[in-house]
């Protein structure tokens, strides 16, 4: 009889990259162990929900399979014999991107097997590589002949990096134009994956038409058109944030007159530590003066919380049952501004980013830090 542990095996999956018009694109996932005797397979997509991307137990049960993914997963046949569960997403999209987890359990246990990346690309068209060479050529005239590369060089130069650590209360992505800009014109911040983080129009900040991920997270300067400064400041900036930022200023007939991409680079501290010892501190620590009514929470990656402190005291019925029994901080961490948990017996499967808040009553964020636990080697599970 085998009995599944919450300990995971060979986590952390990488990153899978496809291009969009693949016919097909192979998220991997191999279990080496004991296939217990009502075996459940399930793949899932954290970054909505997480949801259900395909379940296998003796076959496939898709009656809880998010209707997106229908008609488009298939696992191995013979997957629960084989131990290869891998799993085939066909025709992927860019709405397809994000954290795929394939787990095993038993009913009794849950073990988390494989964490993978996915990321679907744009292909570059044909048309848009003879059209690049084409302007190359055309601009090398122009700068040949005294060209304009003074007065255009607000618009082509772009790419800076930003550099910041994760739970800083703010960075700043610059981009600044060096020539005049409508009033009426529209500026737009996205993502790398086309999230809007930031949108002024006609005066105002638009923040109905904001991602939920960056709500109450962001400011531009006053009247940033006159000013033609238009960087965007990002408060408590975390490892989730790390992504190619585009400042897109537009014309009200719908012309680009300003694009510029800004990089950030978000730091993690990061803990290492080797399976088997009785406990590690994840640390934390805050200057900010902490009265009775504030909440202290600690989560990891996948959301699971970890820990919380509130109203003086632990509030364990709140903690993911894995975390149960295995956790402390400081009784007077109001007082000392020790915000650090120390968690027990580390095992490989804890290896993961944890990020703790400090909010108050009334819900406002006062503090986020992040700290990354490597736990390291292997564990003997006998």
Same mark, same amino acid.
């Given at each position: 009889? $085998? ?36 075996? *459940? ?6 970054? #909505?929900?997480?949801? $259900? ?39 992927? +999209? ?22 993978? +990346? ?11 590589? #003879? ?7 055309? %601009? ?16 082509? %130069? ?82 989730? =944030? ?6 897109? *200023? ?20 990061? *803990? ?11 640390? $934390?620590?805050?200057?900010? =003066?902490? =009265? ?41 961490? %109001? ?20 990020? $703790? ?15 990354? %636990? +490597? ?8």
């Amino acid at each position: 009889l $085998c009995v599944l542990s919450s300990v995971s095996q060979h986590v952390l999956g990488g990153v899978v990259e496809v291009t969009v018009g693949s016919q097909s694109v192979l998220l991997p996932c191999r279990y080496s162990g004991v296939i217990p005797e009502e075996p *459940v397979v399930t793949w899932t997509n954290g970054d #909505v929900g997480p949801a $259900c991307v395909h379940l296998r137990r003796e076959q496939d049960d898709l009656r809880t399979q998010l209707e997106r993914y229908r008609g488009r997963t298939r696992m191995a046949p013979g997957a629960l014999d084989s131990g290869d569960f891998s799993l085939t997403l066909s025709d992927p +999209q860019p709405p397809d991107q994000g954290t795929y987890t394939c787990s095993l359990s038993d009913g009794r246990g849950r073990r988390i097997l494989r964490v993978s +990346q996915l990321r679907v690309r744009e292909p570059f068209p044909l048309q848009a590589k #003879v059209l690049v060479v084409l302007l190359v050529l055309l %601009l090398a005239a122009l700068f040949a002949s005294g060209g304009l590369f003074y007065y255009f060089r607000h618009y082509l %130069l772009s790419g800076y990096t930003v550099k910041v650590d994760a739970g800083a209360e703010s960075v700043l992505l610059p981009c600044k134009s060096r020539v005049h800009l409508p009033e009426d014109a529209k500026v737009d911040w996205r993502t790398s994956t086309n999230r809007k983080v930031h949108v002024y129009l006609q005066g105002c900040d638009r923040s109905e038409e904001q991602h939920q991920a960056y709500r109450d997270r962001t400011r531009i300067n006053q009247d940033p058109l006159k000013t033609r400064d238009l960087s965007l400041t990002l408060q408590r900036p975390l490892d989730v =944030d790390r992504d190619t930022y585009t400042c897109i *200023v537009c014309s009200r007939e719908g012309h680009i007159l300003l694009k510029k991409d800004v990089k950030l680079r978000v730091r993690v501290q990061q *803990v290492e530590v080797e399976p088997g010892v009785e406990s590690v501190l994840l640390p $934390c620590r805050t200057r900010e =003066d902490l =009265d009775g009514d504030v909440r202290v929470e600690w989560r990891d990656r996948f959301n699971w919380t970890v820990h919380v402190h509130q109203n003086g005291s632990d509030q364990s019925e709140d903690q993911h049952w894995l975390y149960r029994t295995r956790t402390k901080m400081d009784a007077n961490l %109001l007082r000392t501004g020790d915000l650090s948990l120390t968690l027990s017996w580390p095992t490989d499967g804890d290896s993961n980013t944890y990020t $703790c808040t400090v909010s108050k009553g009334d819900g406002d964020v006062l503090m986020q830090k992040q700290v990354k %636990l +490597q736990v390291t080697g292997e564990l003997n599970l006998l």
